[in-house]
């Protein structure tokens, strides 16, 4: 079965860090661009970043660029999400998805994990 897992979700004061996680199991992420959306209580659901396949492409929603950053290790089958800076804003249940060809900043995504919660709060 081909399931995504998210980790690092956690409590974090306004101005720290988190690095979230990505992995895979049931099949390689290779070949798959990736995304990192976010939802929030009451708001939709929203593209945070994408990566693309080989890594070497990179996207980021205006809230985040600067203090976001996307990379992925193919070898460990893993795509992460750096946070810094975090803002109260910035709290929301974090998903990754996976779709084979290029990432895109839309839900098109042929994968999802369950998500992690990020809460920034002091």
């Known amino acids: 079965q081909l399931q995504l897992v998210e980790s690092g979700g956690a409590l974090v004061q306004p101005g720290g860090s988190l690095r979230l996680s990505c992995g895979a199991s049931?099949?390689?992420?290779?070949?798959?661009?990736i995304g990192w959306f976010r939802q929030a209580p009451g708001k939709e659901r929203e593209g945070v970043s994408c990566i693309s396949s080989s890594g070497g492409i990179t996207s980021y929603a205006d809230s985040v660029k600067g203090r976001f950053t996307i990379s992925r290790d193919n070898v460990k089958n893993t795509v992460y999400l750096q946070m810094n800076s975090l803002k109260p804003e910035d709290t929301a249940v974090y998903y990754c998805?996976?779709?084979?060809?290029?990432?895109?900043?839309?839900?098109?995504?042929?994968?999802w994990g369950q998500g992690t919660q990020v809460t920034v709060s002091s």
């Open positions: 998805a996976a779709r084979f060809g290029r990432c895109i900043m839309t839900s098109n995504y042929d994968y």
């Open positions: 049931g099949f390689t992420l290779n070949g798959y661009g």
